[in-house]
């Protein structure tokens, strides 16, 4: 049973430290996007990938936060210096545009619990 | 950019009952998604649904695109149901714009 997966599922860190999200999307997948969730903003887009391309990061505080994809098997988040409003769950998701066509369903992983004290 | 409203925000339901959750969208869409986020926070597609019906089990939903609105029906339903369904507009770049979802929650 294909999944996204995200290390680590919780993280509890100090204001100006930095933090880095693992994804590993689902074998085969071309897109890989990066969201965050939070009570007040809901579910917002920080990045997308396709192809390992980064295609829009228009969603990302660009000083503190970098996104991208080593190879086609991990997708990383960075903040660096993390900041308490950084607190969230951070989601990935990937999914699969064929050759000429649209995107097809998104799946998520769990998600990382991130809390920055 | 596109515009999604979902209603109505909260529902609660008695086990059993039948409900209907609404999603409109302010722009033609190439493609729409119902995700349920369950209460422990993780979210499962439930349709991929650009236009017409769609039936899986208990739930169904149907997309009428030239009316920019898509309806998720949940009949006979169990607390397990309970959480948050969103519903979710694919822009031509693969960008998913979401709902502010309906917070389901149903009672024994």
């Known amino acids: 049973d294909a999944r996204v997966t995200q290390t680590p599922r919780h993280k509890v860190t100090e204001m100006g430290q930095e933090v880095t999200m693992r994804c590993q999307p689902i074998?085969?997948?071309?897109?890989v996007f990066w969201y965050r969730q939070t009570m007040m903003q809901g579910l917002e887009l920080l990045a997308y990938f396709r192809n390992r391309a980064p295609l829009d990061d228009s969603g990302m505080p660009k000083d503190r936060f970098s996104a991208e994809m080593p190879d086609a098997t991990l997708a990383t988040l960075k903040i660096q210096p993390s900041e308490p409003r950084d607190s969230a769950v951070y989601f990935c998701a990937s999914g699969l545009v064929p050759d000429g066509g649209l995107q097809e369903t998104q799946y998520f992983g769990p998600g990382t619990r991130l809390l920055v004290l | 950019g596109i515009q999604v409203e979902q209603s109505p925000p909260d529902l609660i339901l008695q086990e059993g009952a039948n409900s209907t959750l609404r999603c409109n969208f302010s722009?033609?869409?190439?493609?729409l998604q119902w995700f349920h986020q369950n209460p422990w926070g993780q979210l499962i597609n439930l349709f991929y649904i650009p236009s017409g019906t769609k039936q899986n089990g208990r739930l169904s939903a149907t997309t009428v695109a030239t009316e920019r609105y898509s309806l998720l029906y949940i009949s006979s339903s169990q607390t397990t149901d309970s959480g948050v369904y969103f519903c979710?507009?694919?822009?031509?770049?693969?960008?998913?714009?979401f709902g502010a979802g309906t917070q389901v929650v149903v009672t024994p």
């Open positions: 722009d033609s869409v190439n493609n």
């Open positions: 074998l085969g997948h071309n897109t």
């Open positions: 979710a507009l694919t822009d031509s770049w693969g960008k998913l714009q």
